[in-house]
């Protein structure tokens, strides 16, 4: 039991915290609005499993082995962030549609690509996949409830950063509050990036 909740914590304090797929999750929530945010949320939590596929199977090792890898990959994952950011900030204020239909709107694809160049990501999810064993002497089995407990975790904690920022737009109808309001989790959603290249 011991792994079994550590991991859980674990999981819970690594996806739950601000970086780039949250901060987006939120910005997304106050700027299309939470059912329009889900498409986007759906791109994330696919993308996600794709890392965690990847991780468990060790593949992610061999592609940081080769020379000059790293460097490349860490300057397409923060271009591509910073286009998200820019995303956010230039989304018209939400109406009272909630966002569905609006041009511009972030979108699976989107989601599943912030998931696949996300440094976060791949680091939280090696020290949850790596720091614990659930299932000892079957690492298939153990790789498996790793990948489904992860999952439940972050669509829960997703689907709460996603309204919270519904939430604040909600409260905030005013057009020009509501641009503060993107411009800021826009700008967060860079400084995040900015740390999650440096450490």
Do not use: C, E
């Amino acid at each position: 039991m011991d792994g079994w909740s550590g991991f859980v914590l674990a999981g819970l304090a690594l996806a739950g915290s601000p970086g780039p797929a949250t901060l987006s999750l939120a910005a997304a929530g106050a700027a299309f609005g939470p059912r329009a945010g889900l498409v986007y949320l759906a791109g994330i939590v696919a993308g996600l499993v794709v890392v965690m596929v990847l991780l468990a199977s060790g593949v992610i090792g061999l592609v940081l082995t080769v020379p000059g890898a790293t460097p490349v990959l860490t300057i397409l994952a923060g271009a591509y962030m910073l286009y998200l950011a820019y995303r956010i900030a230039t989304a018209p204020p939400l109406r009272d549609g909630d966002g569905i239909g609006r041009g511009g709107r972030l979108t699976f694809r989107h989601g599943l690509l912030l998931s696949l160049v996300n440094p976060k990501g791949y680091a939280a999810m090696a020290a949850v996949f790596s720091g614990f064993v659930l299932v000892a002497g079957n690492l298939v089995v153990d790789a498996a409830l790793k990948i489904a407990v992860m999952l439940a975790i972050v669509i829960g904690v997703n689907l709460i950063w996603l309204n919270v920022g519904a939430g604040l737009s909600r409260q905030f109808r005013d057009p020009r509050q509501n641009r503060i309001i993107n411009m800021s989790f826009a700008g967060l959603l860079v400084v995040s990036v900015i740390l999650a290249v440096l450490l």
